[in-house]
Structure formats: structure tokens, C-alpha cells
């Protein structure tokens, strides 16, 4: 099993550039979440899905969209980036109620 | 506002020595979560649970429920285990299984 993957590792993005950051896990987890790791603080949740074709927004949604069309994939959509989307993005996974598994993170910098 | 607060923020150890590090939280939970995470590295969940006391090799992860504090212990720790250790929770009556972060602990083992 690979888990959590993420793609891609790195990024450097102009201000006003989109991307999408991807994200798949293989464990037929119905939970999936993306979160946001600033220097010195908590991660943080931006949006997370229980389930194919039901997402929410997390702590931290603006700037983001996000869709879940299968149990397996979570991509997550940058829309005109801005500096202040200068993170470390982690994609996680889970059964319902029990511990999250992560992906490897995604360093993005938005210059 | 419901906020999970970790002590020390930085730790430095001679390889060893017995570790402590500190979670406390604001109010009632339904369970609490201990993560690490290298430098540069991803995020592995090491404990989660709910009353008690669990153990894991050199790991073990306690928790008081009426005083709302938990704490992560390494016994005999080693320079591999330098890294950032996160505590989360899972506010009682929260919804869909969203963590609340610490900010980290980061721990220095040195030879």
C-alpha cells in the first residue's frame, strides 16, 4: 500500500498563478482532509470530505476549492495565489474516529 | 475560543534521559491525538486515545480527563528521536472527527 501520496513535492508559484495540488490514498479511508502548517503554528484545516461528493470547509477555506468525485483522490485548488498561501499543505486520511494518516506535504511558495 | 496548548516548546536532551512533554486543553474532548514529525519529514500518528494510559516501545502517552492535560513520555531517548511532536484533539460533540493543533514541541536529542 502507498498510503498517502501527494504530488507535487515542491512548487513556486507567481501571485495570481492556480494550481492543483493532488492527493490519493489507496486505504479506502472515507475521511480526507487537507491541512495548512505555517512556521510555528498548528496545522490547520482547510477543507475536509466524508465521503465521495461531500466536502466542508475547515478553519481556514478562502483561497481554496476542493472536490472528492472518488473515494481515492482530494485535490485541492489554488485559485489566484497570494503570498499569504506560502505553506506546507498535508493531505490526511482516516476512518471515521480513528487516527489520521498523512501525506508527505507539499511545500508551496507563492513569490 | 477552544485551544490545545503544548509545554515545552523546545527540548533539549542528552541521549538517555527521560522525556516529558505536555498537552493541555480547554474543554471536554473525546479523544486526544499525539503525532511526530521529522525535520523536513511527514507526519506519523503515534497514540491516540481517550482515558488512560498507552505504551509503544520506549512511548508512552497518558491522560487525565478531569484535568484536561495529557502527556507524551520517551524513556532511554536517542538522538532518532529528535523531532516535533504534536498534540490534537477531538472537541467533545465535535463533528466529522476535525483535530484541534498544538503548536509542536520541538525535541533535541543529543549524543
Known amino acids: 500500500n502507498a498510503g498517502v501520496t501527494q504530488t507535487p513535492k515542491f512548487r513556486i508559484l507567481k501571485i495570481g498563478q492556480s494550481m492543483t495540488l493532488q492527493c490519493a490514498q489507496d486505504?479506502?479511508?472515507?475521511?480526507m482532509y487537507w491541512y495548512r502548517q505555517d512556521p510555528g503554528m498548528g496545522l490547520k484545516l482547510i477543507y475536509y470530505s466524508v465521503g465521495a461528493g461531500i466536502t466542508d470547509k475547515g478553519e481556514v477555506p478562502n483561497g481554496y476549492n476542493v472536490s472528492r468525485s472518488t473515494t481515492e483522490d482530494f485535490p485541492l485548488r489554488l485559485e489566484l495565489a497570494a503570498p499569504s498561501q506560502t505553506s506546507v499543505y498535508f493531505c490526511a486520511s482516516s476512518w471515521a474516529g480513528t487516527e489520521q494518516f498523512f501525506g508527505p506535504g507539499t511545500r508551496l511558495t507563492v513569490l | 475560543k477552544n485551544e490545545v496548548e503544548q509545554s515545552p516548546q523546545n527540548l533539549t536532551a542528552q541521549e538517555g534521559e527521560f522525556i516529558t512533554i505536555n498537552c493541555s486543553y480547554s474543554?471536554?474532548?473525546?479523544?486526544l491525538h499525539w503525532l511526530q514529525q521529522h525535520p523536513g519529514g511527514g507526519i506519523v500518528s503515534l497514540f491516540m486515545l481517550s482515558s488512560g494510559k498507552k505504551k509503544h516501545g520506549r512511548l508512552i502517552a497518558t491522560i487525565n480527563i478531569q484535568e484536561k492535560h495529557s502527556s507524551l513520555h520517551i524513556t532511554a531517548s536517542h538522538p532518532r528521536d529528535s523531532a516535533v511532536y504534536i498534540c490534537?484533539?477531538?472537541?467533545?460533540?465535535?463533528?466529522?472527527?476535525?483535530?484541534?493543533f498544538g503548536k509542536g514541541t520541538l525535541l533535541t536529542v543529543n549524543p
Open positions: 490534537a484533539v477531538r472537541w467533545s460533540g465535535g463533528s466529522n472527527y476535525k483535530l484541534t
Open positions: 486505504m479506502n479511508h472515507n475521511y
Open positions: 474543554v471536554g474532548i473525546s479523544a
